[in-house]
Nanobody, 124 residues
């Protein structure tokens, strides 16, 4: 089974930038190149939304609200996936969680493939 540990959350002013990290382990390694690695967020009082995804073959996907101001990348050797967000807005305030999905990034999270999440707070 997979273990996911997020880090990098915190407070940032509107217009600022933040980089989140997700360290994956288990599944015999090579996780970030064998699965679709994704970032989700859940804002207060709202449902979970997918922010970005990085497929096993390197294909990138972004939500409309993240397009143009987000970068998703990975360190293959260390099994870490990163999410960089720029021009952050107060409405970006949320718990950000990484997840492991089946290759193809069609939204199917593998069993136990959710991290615990990291809080991001954007102030105006």
């Amino acid at each position: 089974q997979v273990q996911l540990v997020e880090s990098g959350g915190g407070s940032v002013q509107a217009g600022g930038s933040l980089q989140l990290s997700c360290a994956a382990s288990g599944l015999h390694g090579m996780i970030v190149t064998h699965y679709c690695m994704t970032w989700y967020r859940q804002r207060p009082g709202k449902g979970r939304e997918r922010v970005a995804a990085l497929d096993a073959d390197g294909t990138e996907h972004f939500a409309e609200f993240a397009e143009g101001r987000s970068t998703i990348s990975r360190d293959n050797d260390k099994n870490i996936v990163f999410l960089q967000m720029r021009a952050m807005k107060p409405e970006d305030t949320a718990v950000y969680t990484c997840a492991v999905e089946n290759p193809g990034c069609v939204g199917v999270v593998i069993v136990g493939g959710w991290g615990q999440g990291t809080q991001v707070t954007v102030s105006s």
